[in-house]
């Protein structure tokens, strides 16, 4: 088999990485694509998982769906292929699979050529989105990337599209990492970032003192040991996060100004107590801080469910805390989408109607 290059792509490409370091060791594996869901499912459309002869990397949900597609799986690679393979097979989530879900999914199921790997992995790599294309039949030849066309809406969610005359399974993959920008590396800072670790953020994590970073970082971390940290915040896009437990009330101070300031943040948490945040609104107002740019602070931080002291509880607390809020602004991003696409469809009918009584 061909030899690849394993990469460390982003969380929507860690199965490129497994497929990589297969291809390396000459294992050939089966590439499983949740291609729809519709209702009540385990994991959602676009969800991979990849199986070799006697490992699996990933999960589109456990139970006994993952334990049928995992048969599936492996007796395509045991009537061992010569090429590309592709095979659909749906799963109503009822009883007789043994789950109650009530939904239903499209499971996609690809023996993969090694051959194929080095341009996947490549263009898996590219820093803005890219559209995956999958061919439905296996003779209409590779998956292959290919950029978003001008006015093309992202979209993550896998669908049946036409391709270059034919049907395939097309879907927008990138980093959907959220950014955030973490001020301080003391105790509880350093449970946060373990604690995000497997989440979907991208963390800048900054402090002015470099030796108090630990040597050993998740791969979504980088370090920024800034001198004056609240300049990172003009650095940051618009809709980032911001987490702010500095080792100075005075420099957590003047960062949540710079945040507020700005206002394009989606979430600015402050570490501390219902008192601190009291004094806090008192000197942000002195600085100039409106009422209303200040409904943008998030102090304490947390669920409020959560009284724990500990670093690690708090972050565990501050962790979920972001997963919620995450969710909540893609909710709101996805109402919007809609509400463009609903104007967009609207317009072109009344232009349809238009000329229909020229």
């Known amino acids: 088999m061909t030899a690849v290059a394993s990469r460390a792509p982003g969380p929507d490409l860690d199965w490129l990485n497994s497929l990589a370091r297969l291809a390396?060791?000459?294992?050939?594996?089966?590439?499983?694509?949740?291609?729809?869901a519709r209702g009540s499912t385990p994991?959602?459309?676009?969800?991979?998982?990849?199986?070799?002869?006697?490992?699996?990397?990933?999960?589109?949900?456990?139970?006994?769906?993952?334990?049928?597609?995992?048969g599936i799986a492996r007796a395509i690679l045991k009537d061992k292929p010569a090429g590309r393979l592709r095979?659909?097979?749906?799963?109503?989530?009822?009883?007789?699979?043994?789950?109650?879900?009530?939904?239903?999914?499209?499971?996609?199921?690809?023996?993969?050529?090694a051959e194929d790997l080095p341009a996947?992995?490549?263009?898996?790599?590219?820093?803005?989105?890219?559209?995956?294309?999958?061919?439905?039949?296996?003779?209409?030849?590779?998956?292959?990337?290919?950029?978003?066309?001008?006015?093309?809406?992202?979209?993550?969610?896998?669908?049946?599209?036409?391709e270059g005359g034919f049907e395939a399974l097309s879907e927008t993959l990138g980093d959907s990492r959220s950014e955030l920008l973490l001020f301080g590396a003391g105790h509880v800072g350093q449970a946060v970032v373990v604690a995000l670790a497997p989440l979907p953020f991208r963390i800048t994590w900054i402090d002015s003192r470099a030796d108090i970073f630990p040597t050993c970082l998740p791969v979504n971390v980088?370090?920024?040991?800034?001198?004056?940290?609240?300049?990172?915040?003009?650095?940051?896009?618009?809709?980032?996060?911001?987490?702010?437990?500095?080792?100075?009330h005075q420099l957590d101070l003047e960062i949540c100004e710079s945040v507020l300031r700005r206002g394009d943040f989606v979430w600015l948490g402050?570490?501390?107590?219902?008192?601190?945040?009291?004094?806090?609104?008192?000197?942000?107002?002195?600085?100039?801080i409106s009422a209303d740019q200040l409904q943008g602070l998030t102090c304490p931080i947390?669920?409020?469910?959560?009284?724990?002291?500990?670093?690690?509880?708090?972050?565990?607390?501050?962790?979920?805390?972001?997963?919620?809020?995450?969710?909540?602004?893609?909710?709101t991003a996805g109402a919007h989408r809609s509400g463009r696409l609903d104007m967009r469809e609207k317009s072109v009918a009344e232009k349809d109607r238009a000329l229909a009584h020229r």
């Open 302 to 331: 947390g669920l409020s469910g959560i009284t724990g002291k500990h670093p690690a509880e708090i972050a565990a607390s501050v962790a979920a805390q972001l997963l919620v809020e995450r969710e909540r602004q893609a909710i």
């Open 222 to 248: 980088r370090i920024e040991n800034a001198a004056a940290p609240k300049v990172e915040v003009e650095y940051a896009s618009p809709g980032a996060f911001g987490l702010v437990m500095t080792h100075s």
């Open 43 to 70: 994991r959602e459309a676009g969800t991979r998982m990849v199986v070799s002869e006697k490992f699996f990397f990933g999960t589109i949900g456990g139970g006994h769906l993952e334990f049928r597609c995992l």
């Open 120 to 162: 996947l992995v490549s263009g898996g790599l590219s820093e803005t989105p890219a559209v995956l294309v999958t061919p439905l039949k296996a003779e209409d030849g590779a998956m292959y990337w290919r950029g978003l066309r001008p006015g093309e809406q992202s979209e993550a969610v896998p669908r049946i599209v036409r």
């Open 87 to 113: 095979r659909f097979e749906v799963f109503p989530l009822g009883p007789a699979l043994g789950q109650c879900c009530g939904g239903a999914a499209e499971v996609l199921f690809e023996a993969v050529v």
């Open 24 to 36: 390396e060791a000459g294992e050939p594996a089966v590439l499983v694509t949740v291609a729809s």
């Open 270 to 288: 402050l570490i501390g107590s219902a008192t601190k945040r009291v004094r806090f609104e008192r000197r942000l107002l002195a600085r100039g």
